[in-house]
């Protein structure tokens, strides 16, 4: 299981509608709005490193109002 954070750029005035959105896709553990430099942060989970590329460019990108992702990957140290 590879889990991940990733952080979302969204159109203006949309995050909470993004973040809303993202949380019903399966494999979204968590989704929230947030401010800063990223309008939101959603906390994912995934087989492996393949099926979590899928899961954030055929899913979470595909949300409308979504700008721009950055993934980072959960690391166990």
């Given amino acids: ?3 991940a954070y990733v952080l979302i ?8 509608q993004v973040a809303l959105a993202v949380s019903k896709i399966d494999g ?3 989704s929230q ?3 800063g430099p990223y309008d939101a942060i959603v906390h994912a989970s995934a087989e ?10 055929a ?3 595909a949300i ?3 700008t721009r992702t950055l993934t980072c ?3 166990k140290l």
């Fill in 1 to 3: 299981m590879v889990e």
């Fill in 9 to 16: 750029q969204t159109e203006v005035g949309k995050a909470a």
């Fill in 28 to 30: 979204v553990k968590a």
């Fill in 33 to 35: 709005a947030v401010t």
């Fill in 48 to 57: 492996d490193v393949d099926a979590l590329g899928k899961l954030v460019v």
């Fill in 59 to 61: 899913k979470i990108q």
């Fill in 64 to 66: 409308e109002g979504i």
């Fill in 73 to 75: 990957p959960v690391v």
